[in-house]
């Protein structure tokens, strides 16, 4: 890109990022729990972590929706058990035009509670070493956001495939700036993430794959300073257009938002849904 239109670019966004909110801003924050599972797959006990951080009325949505939900039942040896799981489910707000806001669950993705499992993808150390550069001009023009990538993992633990299946930016501006800016997150990320490498499952039902397919979430914030920001519990964005992982099946647009930041999800692993949450 020219640098004069980089410069209109930084422009434009400077002046919009502090405009009104326009109408496909979102508000939302991943809730994080545990759940308790029956031997047949419905849960005994929803427990919200530090539930004050997203206030009682949203905690109490979330546990309400999640003692509805029916999972495949976990098994061990073969035989199903009385489990834990992890939880974490993206809670969209949106303001009525009544100026209240309501609540919905989006999307949401579970974990073995195991630390320690080879059931599943896990991060290299060294992948701590090859973290993605914050794009100049973004930072340069206080754009913020987060990418959510879909990696190919061979056998050896290589990134054979990668790509951004959404970028959500918290700046609001032009279609064309808040384009050029997705596609300069989504570059810097994927260049990183293609070095990156993982240790695969050794034991469980994914072992014996050719490969698999990781999702991970990284995010870009700043502080008022144009510094590194920690991440804070509730997020307004311009959702990003979706696009499915061309090699993957299981792709689900509904959760693709809804994974830990610096985490890692392998596709088909930990504990499924019986019945989609939108249908319980």
């Known amino acids: 890109m020219k640098r004069a239109v980089i410069g209109t670019l930084l422009a434009t966004l400077a002046m919009v990022a502090h405009a009104s909110t326009p109408r496909d801003l979102e508000s939302s924050a991943v809730v994080d729990g545990t759940l308790v599972l029956a031997k047949n797959g419905t849960v005994q006990t929803v427990q919200i ?11 109490d949505m979330v546990r309400k ?13 073969g035989q199903p058990v009385l489990a834990k799981i992890d939880m974490h489910v993206r809670v969209v707000l949106q303001k009525a035009p009544d100026g209240n806001y309501t609540a919905r669950i989006k999307g949401a993705t579970f974990g073995d509670m195991d630390a320690k499992s080879t059931d599943a993808l896990s991060n290299a150390e060294s992948n701590k070493r090859i973290a993605p550069r914050y794009p100049i001009d973004a930072a340069r023009a206080g754009v913020q956001g987060t990418v959510y990538l879909a990696l190919r993992i061979d056998r050896s633990g290589h990134v054979t495939d990668a790509v951004a299946e959404q970028v959500n930016l918290a700046n609001i501006g032009p279609d064309s700036a808040l384009r050029q800016f997705r596609d300069e997150m989504a570059k810097t990320t994927l260049a990183a993430a293609r070095r990156w490498t993982y240790q695969v499952p050794t034991t469980g039902r994914l072992a014996s794959q050719d490969h698999w397919t990781a999702r991970v979430p990284v ?13 804070s519990v509730w997020r307004t964005y311009v959702p990003g257009p979706y696009t499915k992982a061309p090699w993957s099946d299981k792709s689900d647009m509904d959760s693709v938002d809804a994974v830990v930041n610096d985490d890692v999800r392998t596709e088909g692993a930990g504990p499924a849904l019986l019945v989609s949450f939108h249908q319980g």
């Open 65 to 77: 929706a999640a003692l509805q939900w029916l999972f495949y039942p976990v098994l061990r040896e």
């Open 219 to 231: 995010t870009y914030t700043l502080n008022d300073r144009g510094e590194a920001n920690p991440d």
């Open 49 to 59: 972590k530090d539930e004050a951080r997203y206030g009682k009325p949203i905690a």
